[in-house]
């Protein structure tokens, strides 16, 4: 725009650029969560408390229409690491056809404002909403980018020390559980996080 061109990140991410048109505005995160009229339901925050901080995964607002096979392997990645996961599915249609293992809750939303800081990795597709809460969260990262600004979000992830990435077309389980595993027993992740 001629008059104003908004930046929707955090100077955390990145600072004005010598090469960004002169009227540009960093604003920092766009952070959205729905309504708080809409209360989390009871099986959520009923299994938050009765346990260990799980791993969350979640695709943001519009990559769970694509999901594919990234609950499964999520499952399987926490399974062979004894963790528990809360899987927020979006839809319905990314639940798993089997029933789900102990320790393992989904949901199709829950507010990132409250699940984020009560996680012990955040496993997430680098959207910049869902970059900016999981910073806000101070939780460690893996970040699982599919395509327009989430690879650039991923690497400056990488580049403050608070995550790990991992290319959409490798989220294999045995990948999944090294990086992961790198998460939880590098204590400068959580550190920087």
């Given at each position: 725009?001629?008059?104003?061109?908004?930046?929707?990140?955090?100077?955390?991410?990145?600072?004005?650029?010598?090469?960004?048109?002169?009227?540009?505005?960093?604003?920092?995160?766009?952070?959205?969560?729905?309504?708080?009229?809409?209360?989390?339901?009871?099986?959520?925050?009923?299994?938050?408390?009765?346990?260990?901080?799980?791993i969350l995964f979640t695709l943001g607002?519009?990559?769970?229409?694509?999901?594919?096979?990234?609950?499964?392997?999520?499952?399987?990645?926490?399974?062979?690491?004894?963790?528990?996961?809360?899987?927020?599915?979006g839809d319905k249609r990314n639940l798993?056809?089997?029933?789900?293992?102990?320790?393992?809750?989904?949901?199709?939303?829950?507010?990132?404002?409250?699940?984020?800081?009560?996680?012990?990795?955040?496993?997430?597709?680098?959207?910049?909403?869902?970059?900016?809460?999981?910073?806000?969260?101070?939780?460690?990262?893996?970040?699982?980018?599919?395509?327009?600004?989430?690879?650039?979000?991923?690497?400056?992830?990488?580049?403050?020390?608070?995550?790990?990435?991992?290319?959409?077309?490798?989220?294999?389980?045995?990948?999944?559980?090294?990086?992961?595993?790198?998460?939880?027993?590098?204590?400068?992740?959580?550190?920087?996080?």
């Amino acid at each position: 725009s001629p008059t104003l061109v908004l930046a929707l990140f955090s100077k955390v991410l990145a600072e004005l650029q010598p090469d960004f048109p002169a009227n540009t505005l960093v604003t920092g995160f766009p952070f959205y969560d729905r309504s708080d009229a809409q209360q989390p339901p009871s099986e959520l925050l009923k299994f938050l408390d009765e346990g260990e901080p799980p791993i969350l995964f979640t695709l943001g607002s519009s990559l769970v229409w694509i999901a594919q096979d990234f609950y499964r392997v999520s499952i399987e990645a926490a399974q062979r690491l004894g963790k528990r996961a809360l899987l927020l599915i979006g839809d319905k249609r990314n639940l798993p056809q089997t029933k789900l293992p102990d320790g393992i809750a989904a949901f199709d939303y829950a507010p990132h404002r409250l699940v984020m800081p009560r996680a012990s990795v955040i496993v997430h597709q680098g959207g910049i909403g869902t970059t900016g809460q999981a910073l806000r969260a101070g939780r460690p990262m893996l970040v699982i980018p599919f395509g327009q600004d989430q690879p650039d979000n991923a690497r400056r992830c990488v580049r403050l020390g608070v995550g790990r990435t991992l290319p959409w077309r490798r989220y294999t389980t045995p990948r999944v559980v090294h990086e992961l595993s790198r998460l939880f027993n590098e204590p400068a992740y959580s550190e920087h996080a």
